[in-house]
């Protein structure tokens, strides 16, 4: 579900959730592994509560408390589908 969520995350805002500051080297990938283990998410400027609410249940440490695919699919969010 976590990688559907960064999937999701993208096809809305066109890049991911995730980032890291990039050094003199041009890597960023210590930071960004970090975020990613912490769940710490950049959010774009105006995100909805809505949407924080969904993303943060989809980057939830414990898997399980994480949506499951049911959950994910039930939400009012998708019910114009």
Same mark, same amino acid.
């Given at each position: @579900?976590? !990688? &559907? *969520?960064? @999937?999701?995350?993208?096809?809305?805002?066109?890049?991911? %959730?995730? #980032? *890291?500051?990039?050094?003199? +080297?041009? $890597?960023?990938?210590?930071?960004?592994?970090? $975020? &990613? !283990?912490?769940?710490? @998410? +950049?959010? %774009?400027?105006?995100?909805? /509560?809505?949407?924080k609410e &969904?993303?943060?249940?989809?980057?939830? &440490?414990?898997? $399980?408390? #994480?949506?499951?695919?049911?959950?994910?699919? /039930? +939400?009012?969010?998708f #019910?114009? @589908?």
């Amino acid at each position: @579900m976590w !990688a &559907i *969520g960064v @999937m999701f995350f993208y096809l809305l805002y066109g890049r991911y %959730p995730y #980032r *890291g500051k990039v050094d003199k +080297l041009g $890597n960023s990938d210590s930071e960004l592994y970090k $975020n &990613i !283990a912490k769940a710490h @998410m +950049l959010p %774009p400027d105006k995100f909805p /509560n809505h949407l924080k609410e &969904i993303f943060s249940k989809f980057f939830k &440490i414990d898997e $399980n408390k #994480r949506y499951s695919a049911e959950e994910f699919l /039930n +939400l009012d969010y998708f #019910r114009f @589908m």
